[in-house]
């Protein structure tokens, strides 16, 4: 088995500004992962896309409107205080579902999964699909499939692995090639490279050399309002989903708009003047 | 043996211990979980060596290069060719789902034949000598110019040996549908002369004046304009979108400037007017100016006042004078017309006016500005063979110069003005306006040979359908067009075997002259599709089996441009929508929906919104301030005045009251559970109108009505 030494922390920043709604990651994800589609699909919350688009609004009258679009694959949540209980990790019975402490990825083992459907209850996001049918290709469309992603059958819960399966063949060749870094390009997820606005940005939080450090800005210190709250970015424009939770997503997002980032979490009155400001620990600022 | 009290417990506690250590439990609970997920059903696809292949997709008016991985001899992915000219990497969701097209529940599989209103299979050989006695009859009857033609486009080699075709059997009447680049081309024509055509470089411009252009809605080269767009945000490019309804492109924009629906056209011409008013025009330019500059000045001073046309388009006089000054005062101005994709019906006079206001900032053929730049020419078709009958029939006057008036004067006639009809890469009975009609013109013509890859709308009104290989199992050549400011022609080439019995049309054209024989088969001597296409593109022919590509023209085309104003001097009729109900419906055109050849993929499909499409109801995106006791939601009856469907409400605070939007791609009628029968074909709601100075469709919207249902 090929070991790779050091820890990383895969994660990924969106920009909604160039974000263009256009649904490219969703499809390339879908044709990436072997994720199969029905005869209806209208009705979302049984269709599985590990990367949904969902529209946003800031909620105002014509002329004023403004709609913007918000992908959402796995957040690849750290749990509290970054520590590896993710929400789902931590309620499944069949460690189906599992941290990766040398990548932060969360995995999903469908043979391992019997459906039980508690880490879709648990999942704060909706990132988790449950299968109620056996997929079923049109005659001879199963010829494109892949053979990097095992099909799921009907009973298991799937959701995104930030295309694990590519950082596995990364690995390979960079063992292969007698190294043991893995380059920036080597591995990158399929809705990134789709992206044709290049908004996702994908790589290691733990390497400084990396596109997705140098504007997330992970703060290594608890955040001190929240100490469950790890890795906050310090870029203002900068932010996580339902941040407050203490979940720490490894899916930033990012957007100059503030009622875009104000709709990162469900802020009570007043609230978010309190917190749009505070960015990190002040230890290090700047 | 005596069974004691002592023995009995010692058995029963012997059982289980040795149930509990022994491995069968165990072994049991494992293997059931394995077995039970152990279905035949669920595909195990084949590992295998991984390559990858070079391409360009031939989808959309787009032309992205693409690159195919593959697993031994299997196609398992498309993703965007960094390496090539247009796209630079990534790719969009339908060439992405590419390969779904490849194995379509809607493929046709092998030649068909209606026969009493069903197709029944047959050979090539049976139909191709079908199609040819018809054609033979045809010329027997000294009227080849009876046979017609309708393609997509008219740009690269397999239009290109259709119109060959045409010339060898004699007739004139090959037409196109309307697509971004026909209304560029015209547009180019009725400004600077023929031959031309418009290219906007919106890598590098820094003010983009967008008329309902879907920037990032899929106008143009769609991955190429993502890209524009996301650069312009890096460099601090301003973009004005000036559209009836918050689009993606309208909320992205700098600024949003609602408009009533169809006024652009007088918003440019009062544009025009200021900017010549101020003396805010390049005098450099100007030199080249002819056709009356004075006239087209008076003419837009006396009919545009923008105290008029500010009560026209609904936008107050003093942000008409910001925005166009604004405009004329950058540094690299950029007017983009073409609402939506840009295809379809859209307006001459607009075009044309839009268009005007990048002459008089002179920001033309310079980096960040428009591009006036030849039709690339890198096809040299021999001369057809013609004889007697055929140069007979090709001098004779064309019947029509479009898919939309060929249809309209077939529907009109009497008689049979066209015997035979040839379809290629076109879906006229879906995508016209009102497709009921475009049906019935369909059901007056005797013969209609289809060549297409899937049973479409159009496929389903033919006759004979010969089937077309996809993008995928054949070579083409890929012209980039689209108001790209970069001539880059591309190789599409098999990335797979044909999965099923088909033939690329070039190679469909050869065997059909070759079965003609006489002066067709002269006129086609080649012996397939690939020798041909060689000879065809001598000078670049090398480049492109080496690289993919060719660069034809980069960079600011030299050269003096002159504009010409006479058609837009004797001031246009604006046109206005069928009907005199009181709301305007809009088509909407959403990047997820495929509107041309081929629909939609189901993929594509599968990331339509709820808010498009739920079960197989549409919505219709309204102003809740126009619903008036109506429920979002809720169904309701639109009519207008080609027709009437049911759909459900969408309250949308991002659409102009009064003005009421559905998306275009949805209703097919063809047999393919997982992208057809969903919704409603706007088109079917919609009346052309004819404009008279281009003669095309400029139905850019109809009058409606909505009523609880």
């Not at chain 1, 690849?76 to 209980?85: I, P, R, S, V």
């Not at chain 1, 995104?160 to 390009?185: M, N, T, V, W």
């Not at chain 1, 790890?230 to 997503?249: A, D, I, M, Q």
């Not at chain 2, 002459?359 to 063979?385: E, H, M, R």
């Amino acid at each position: 088995m090929i070991q790779d030494k050091k820890a990383h922390k895969f994660g990924m920043v969106i920009d909604l500004d160039k974000c263009t709604g256009c649904g490219s990651c969703t499809v390339s994800c879908m044709a990436e992962n072997n994720v199969p589609f029905k005869e209806d699909e209208s009705d979302k919350k049984d269709s599985l896309t590990w990367m949904r688009v969902y529209k946003l609004t800031n909620g105002r009258p014509f002329p004023d409107t403004r709609t913007a679009y918000l992908p959402r694959p796995c957040q690849h949540c750290g749990g509290k205080g970054d520590h590896g209980h993710s929400p789902c990790v931590s309620v499944c019975p069949a460690t189906a579902t599992d941290y990766g402490y040398d990548t932060g990825i969360v995995s999903q083992i469908y043979t391992r999964c019997f459906g039980c459907r508690y880490c879709m209850a648990a999942c704060p996001y909706h990132a988790r699909y449950f299968n109620w049918w056996d997929p079923v290709w049109p005659e001879g469309m199963e010829k494109y499939l892949s053979p990097n992603v095992s099909p799921r059958m009907r009973g298991v819960v799937e959701k995104c692995s930030f295309c694990y399966h590519r950082y596995q063949l990364a690995r390979e060749k960079a063992y292969y090639e007698g190294s043991d870094e893995i380059p920036e390009d080597a591995y990158q997820t399929a809705c990134t490279t789709a992206c044709p606005a290049g908004a996702i940005i994908f790589g290691d939080l733990n390497n400084p050399s990396h596109k997705v450090h140098q504007i997330v800005k992970p703060d290594p210190h608890p955040d001190p309002l929240n100490h469950d709250v790890v890795g906050k970015s310090r870029n203002p424009k900068v932010f996580r989903l339902l941040e407050r939770l203490g979940t720490n997503p490894k899916v930033y997002y990012m957007s100059e708009h503030e009622w875009i980032r104000k709709l990162g979490d469900s802020y009570l009155d007043g609230e978010w003047d309190k917190v749009k400001n505070h960015h990190g620990s002040a230890s290090h600022d700047g | 043996m005596k069974v004691d009290r002592r023995s009995f417990l010692g058995l029963g506690l012997g059982a289980v211990a040795g149930i509990a250590i022994s491995p069968v439990g165990a072994k049991l609970t494992d293997d059931s979980s394995i077995w039970t997920q152990n279905w035949p059903w669920t595909p195990v696809p084949p590992d295998g060596k991984i390559s990858h292949d070079q391409s360009v997709c031939t989808l959309c008016p787009g032309t992205c290069g693409i690159s195919v991985r593959k697993i031994d001899s299997r196609p398992v992915k498309i993703e965007g060719e960094d390496t090539y000219p247009v796209n630079n990497g990534g790719a969009c969701l339908h060439g992405i789902a590419g390969l779904q097209y490849l194995y379509d529940p809607c493929r046709v599989k092998t030649p068909l034949k209606k026969n009493n209103g069903r197709f029944e299979p047959i050979s090539w050989q049976e139909a191709l000598t079908l199609v040819a006695g018809r054609l033979g009859k045809i010329r027997e009857n000294q009227g080849p110019d009876t046979l017609a033609c309708i393609t997509d486009t008219d740009l690269g080699s397999v239009p290109g040996l259709f119109s060959h075709f045409m010339t060898a059997f004699g007739s004139p009447n090959h037409v196109t549908m309307q697509t971004l680049e026909s209304w560029l081309v015209q547009t180019a024509q009725t400004l600077h002369g023929s031959g031309r055509t418009l290219g906007f470089d919106l890598d590098n411009a820094d003010f983009i004046l967008s008329f309902g252009a879907g920037i990032i809605e899929g106008w143009g080269s769609p991955v190429a304009c993502f890209k524009a767009n996301s650069g312009r945000r890096q460099r601090g490019a301003k973009l004005y979108q000036i559209e009836p309804r918050l689009s993606n492109t309208a909320a992205k924009a700098d600024r949003w400037i609602p408009i009533q629906p169809g006024t652009e056209a007088d918003l440019a011409m009062a544009m025009c007017g200021i900017l010549l008013q101020e003396n805010l025009f390049d005098p450099e330019f100007a030199a080249g100016f002819r056709g009356g500059l004075n006239r087209f000045n008076a003419m837009v001073q006396q009919k545009y006042p923008v105290d008029q046309v500010a009560a026209v388009t609904g936008i107050s006089a003093a942000d008409i004078k910001k925005t166009a000054i604004a405009f004329a005062k950058a540094k690299m101005p950029v007017a983009v017309p073409g609402k939506g994709r840009g295809d379809g019906a859209q307006s001459l006079k607009e075009f044309a006016a839009i268009h005007t206001l990048n002459c008089l900032t002179g920001n033309i053929n310079k980096k960040g500005g428009t591009f006036v730049k030849p039709v690339p020419g890198y096809l040299s078709f021999p001369d057809p063979v013609q004889d007697a009958v055929a140069r007979k029939g090709a001098g004779k006057e064309k019947l029509a110069g479009s898919a939309r008036e060929l249809v309209t004067t077939i529907h009109q006639s009497d008689t049979p003005v066209v015997d035979t009809l040839f379809v290629y890469n076109a879906n006229p009975c879906y995508s016209l306006n009102d497709p009921v009609k475009t049906r019935a013109a369909f059901d007056k013509i005797p013969f209609v040979v289809n060549f297409t890859s899937f049973m479409d709308e159009t496929a389903m009104a033919s006759d004979v359908i010969l089937p077309i290989s996809t993008f995928l199992e054949r070579f083409e050549d890929v012209p980039s067009r689209a108001g790209l400011v970069r001539s880059v022609v591309g190789l599409a080439r098999p990335v797979v075997d044909p999965v099923f019995d088909t033939r690329s049309p070039g190679d469909a054209l050869i065997l059909l002259a070759k079965t003609l024989g006489g002066t067709m088969a002269d006129s086609f001597d080649w012996p397939d599709y690939k020798t041909c296409l060689k000879s065809l593109v001598p000078g670049i022919w090398k480049e492109l089996s080496k690289n993919g590509h060719a660069v034809i023209a980069q960079g600011p085309p030299a050269g003096r441009v002159e504009t010409n104003f006479a058609f837009l001097a004797n001031n246009p009729p604006t046109m206005q929508p069928k009907g005199d109900a009181n709301l305007t419906l809009v088509p909407i055109d959403n990047m997820r929906v495929a509107t041309a050849v081929p629909a939609s993929s189901p993929f594509a499909v599968k990331t339509v919104s709820d808010r498009v499409i739920k079960k197989k109801d549409m919505f219709v995106e309204i102003n809740p301030k126009t619903a008036n006791g109506l429920k979002d939601g809720g169904f309701v009856t639109v009519t207008t005045p080609a027709g009437s469907a049911r759909v459900r409400l969408d309250f949308n605070e991002g659409i102009m009251p009064g003005v009421i939007g559905m998306v275009k791609g949805l209703g097919h009628g063809f047999d393919n559970k997982y992208v057809a029968d969903k919704g409603v074909n706007v088109h079917e709601l919609i009346s052309p109108v004819i404009e008279p100075g281009s003669g095309l469709d400029a139905a850019f919207a109809v009058k409606a009505s909505i009523a609880k249902a």
